[in-house]
C-alpha cells in the first residue's frame, strides 16, 4: 500500500513540475514588459529598471525559472546572509521555520509564494483566497445537481434500455455533451433571466394536449386499471405534442381563433448576473442563493451528461452479471435487485468521472463566470488576462493543476482500499 501510494504521490509532483514549467515559459517568453505597465508614463530608464531589479527581471531566465520553483515549493533554499541573492527569503514578512543550514544557505518550510499582482501589488494568494470561496460553491452545487440527476436517470435509462425513454435520456445527455459551455451560458442567461424573467409563456395548444398522457395514466393508476409502465401513455402524450405543434403554428401563421394561444406561467425571478453575496442598501449584505441556480444549472449540464451515460453503460454490464441473476431468483423485487445488488456496484465508473469532473469544473468556470458575473477565480483568470496579469494567472493555474493532482490522488486511495488488485498496478 505505501509503495502504491508513494508512485502515485511522485507522479502527482511530476504533473505539478511539467504544468509550472510550462506555464512558467509561456508567460515569460511573451514579449511584454512588467515594468512599463506598473510604471507611469513618464518614468526615467532608471525607475523603470528599479522595478524590473524588484522584480526579478534583471536575471537570466533559468534562474528566474529556478527562483519561482524555489518560491512555490514549500521546502525552499533560503540565502540568509545575501539579501541581493535571488534566493533570499525575507522570513519577516513571510512565516516560515528553518530546518537546517547547508553552506551558507538554509533550508526553510515555509507556504508557496504565488508573487505579486502587477496591477495590484496584491499578494496573489490573498486574491486567489478571496475568489475561491465563490468558485468552490458554485462547483459543489453544480456537481450535486449533476450527479443527483444523472445518476436517476442513467439508472432509468438502464432500467427500460430499447424504450422511448432510453432513447430521450440519450438523447438529451448526447445535447449536454455537444454543448459548448460559452454557448450554454450564454443560452440560459439570456432565457432563464431575461426571456423568462417575469412571465413563462409557452404555446398553450402543444402542452395540453401532451398532458393527456399523464393525466390519463394517472387516472388509471388511481383506478387500478393498469399496472404497466405506461408507454402507450407516452405515445399518446408525444403524438398530443406534434400535433398541438402543427396546429399551434397554423393558429398563429393564418390568426386562426382559439388555436395559437398562450399559457404565461409565472417566471423564473432568477438574475442573468449576480454575486452570492447581495448588498441591499437598507439591510446591508446578505446570502442571494437564487444567484447561484442559473451559474450552477450551466456548470452542471456537461458532468450530467457523462454521469448519464457512464451510469446507463456500468449498471448494464452489472446488471447482466451471474450474482444479479441469483439475487433474482431468490425472489427479490427488481427495485430492490437494481437499487441494492446493481446500482452500488456500478458506481465505481461514475465515481472516477466525479473526481476528474469535479476539478474540471473549478478548472472550467472561467466562461460561466464571466457571463453570469460570478465572482470567483474563473473571473479573476479572464480580467488578469485582459490586464495580462501573469502573476495572477499563473498562481491560479497551479492552484487548479494541484486540485487535479489531489482528486486523482484521493480517487487513487480509494480504488486501493475498495479493490486491493489495484494496488498491483
Known amino acids: 500500500m505505501f509503495h502504491y501510494l508513494a508512485r502515485r504521490l511522485l507522479n502527482g509532483l511530476l504533473v505539478l513540475l511539467g504544468v509550472v514549467s510550462l506555464v512558467f515559459l509561456i508567460f515569460n517568453l511573451k514579449q511584454v514588459d512588467p515594468a512599463r505597465m506598473l510604471a507611469d508614463q513618464r518614468s526615467s530608464p532608471e525607475a523603470l529598471e528599479a522595478i524590473r531589479k524588484d522584480l526579478g527581471l534583471d536575471l537570466p531566465m533559468g534562474t528566474r525559472y529556478l527562483q519561482y520553483l524555489n518560491d512555490i515549493s514549500p521546502v525552499s533554499i533560503h540565502a540568509r546572509t545575501d539579501r541581493d541573492s535571488p534566493f533570499f527569503i525575507d522570513l519577516e514578512q513571510r512565516s516560515g521555520v528553518r530546518l537546517f543550514g547547508v553552506g551558507g544557505s538554509q533550508v526553510v518550510l515555509k507556504p508557496p509564494y504565488l508573487r ?11 486574491i486567489l483566497a478571496e475568489a475561491f470561496p465563490n468558485t468552490a460553491i458554485l462547483a ?63 404555446p398553450g395548444l402543444p402542452v395540453m394536449l401532451a398532458l393527456m398522457g399523464p393525466v390519463l395514466w394517472l387516472r ?100 447482466a452479471q451471474d450474482h444479479i441473476r441469483t439475487a433474482r431468483a431468490k425472489g427479490l423485487s427488481e427495485r430492490q435487485v437494481v437499487l441494492r445488488h446493481g446500482l452500488r456496484n456500478a458506481l465505481m465508473p461514475v465515481l472516477t468521472a466525479v473526481s476528474g469532473w469535479f476539478a474540471s469544473l473549478l478548472a472550467g468556470a472561467v ?15 479572464f480580467n488578469a488576462l485582459e490586464r495580462e496579469d501573469f502573476p495572477v494567472v499563473m498562481g491560479a493555474v497551479l492552484v487548479f493543476a494541484t486540485l487535479f493532482v489531489v482528486m486523482n490522488l484521493l480517487v487513487d486511495l480509494l480504488y486501493a482500499v475498495l479493490d486491493p488488485r489495484v494496488r498491483t498496478v
Do not use: C, N
Open 116 to 126: 505579486r499582482s502587477f496591477q495590484s501589488r496584491r499578494d496573489v494568494s490573498a
Open 140 to 202: 459543489l452545487v453544480a456537481m450535486g445537481f449533476a450527479v443527483v440527476i444523472g445518476i436517476a436517470m442513467g439508472t432509468w435509462a438502464a432500467v427500460r434500455k430499447g424504450t422511448w425513454v432510453d432513447t430521450l435520456l440519450l438523447g438529451i445527455s448526447a445535447l449536454g455533451m455537444a454543448g459548448p459551455s460559452f454557448f450554454i451560458a450564454v443560452l440560459v442567461a439570456w432565457l432563464g433571466g431575461f426571456v423568462w424573467y417575469d412571465t413563462v409563456s409557452l
Open 220 to 319: 388509471a393508476r388511481l383506478l387500478r386499471r393498469t399496472s404497466g409502465s405506461g408507454d402507450r401513455y407516452a405515445q399518446l402524450s408525444f403524438g398530443g405534442l406534434l400535433l398541438g405543434l402543427v396546429l399551434w403554428v397554423l393558429g398563429k401563421a393564418f390568426s386562426i381563433p382559439g388555436l395559437g394561444f398562450a399559457l404565461d406561467l409565472p417566471g423564473t425571478g432568477l438574475p442573468m448576473s449576480g454575486d452570492l453575496i447581495d448588498v441591499d442598501p437598507f439591510t446591508g449584505p446578505h446570502v442571494s442563493w437564487k444567484h447561484l441556480v442559473l451559474p450552477a444549472l450551466t456548470l452542471g449540464v456537461r458532468p450530467l451528461a457523462i454521469i448519464v451515460q457512464l451510469t446507463r453503460s456500468s449498471l448494464l454490464e452489472v446488471l
Open 367 to 381: 466562461f460561466v463566470e464571466f457571463v453570469f458575473g460570478w465572482k470567483g477565480m474563473g473571473l479573476e483568470v
